[in-house]
């Protein structure tokens, strides 16, 4: 969920790897996520998940009779999703795919698709946002429901917001800081890693800053209805004071 477009040095390699033993720590399953995700797709359905990240999310739906297609670019986290499901007789398939060529995919096929975890921002550009929404539209099935959640870069813009939670797992030996940087427009999204033996990998990407009436914009682009936006899986109503932005849209 983490990275989705972006190429990665030999550091960033060793980041992701070393990452990717955490992920699980780090970003853990919500039932109420999931809850959210599944309520919202047909009983049996076809589901792409776009950043899957280790897949946790991709792995319920299919345990619960959804076909799921999960898909990341990056090469740890598949194998990690991989590695879970060995042996295992699930409707899952994991792919290694940049979310700019869904187009490779079977269009009008799903009957829903997300996707979580900040992982849409990170894409470069608003034409490229643009584009990797109406490859999912074409992909949608019509009525198939489309999931986004990023953080909300409304609050983040409004109040120059510097730093993310700590997030800290004493108990499983595992820090994780996260902080922006805003230049000329572009985030950058600078990020430690700090594990158990004391060691650090320090990591550096660079984030969109999509604004909710920016996301708004586009779906509609891409020919999307029925918009909805949230401040939590909870569905709580959006604000501008929502750490997250969820948004919810039909073909």
Do not use: W
């Amino acid at each position: 969920m983490i990275n989705c477009n972006q190429d990665k040095g030999g550091r960033q390699m060793a980041f992701y790897e070393e990452l990717s033993k955490y992920y699980d720590h780090v970003f853990p399953f919500s039932p109420m996520t999931y809850n959210f995700l599944s309520d919202r797709f047909p009983n049996k359905g076809k589901i792409l998940d776009i950043a899957t990240g280790t897949g946790n999310y991709a792995i319920t739906l299919a345990e619960n009779e959804h076909k799921v297609t999960a898909i990341d670019l990056d090469k740890e986290m598949i194998q990690k999703l991989k590695e879970k499901i060995k042996g295992r007789d699930l409707p899952l398939t994991p792919v290694v795919m940049n979310m700019l060529n869904l187009n490779s995919l079977t269009p009008n096929s799903y009957d829903g698709a997300f996707c979580i975890g900040n992982s849409l921002v990170h894409l470069q550009t608003l034409e490229a946002i643009e584009q990797s929404l109406k490859e999912v539209y074409n992909l949608l099935l019509s009525g198939g429901q489309f999931i986004i959640q990023v953080v909300n870069y409304d609050r983040i813009l409004a109040h120059d917001i510097k730093e993310l939670p700590l997030i800290n797992r004493p108990d499983l030996g595992v820090k994780f800081l996260r902080r922006y940087q805003l230049i000329d427009d572009i985030i950058h999204f600078n990020t430690r890693l700090i594990v158990s033996d004391g060691q650090t990998y320090d990591n550096s990407i660079t984030l969109y800053p999509l604004t909710s009436s920016n996301l708004k914009e586009l779906l509609l682009s891409a020919g999307f209805r029925d918009i909805h936006f949230y401040g939590g899986f909870d569905e709580q109503k959006f604000n501008l004071d929502a750490f997250p932005l969820i948004v919810t849209a039909k073909k």
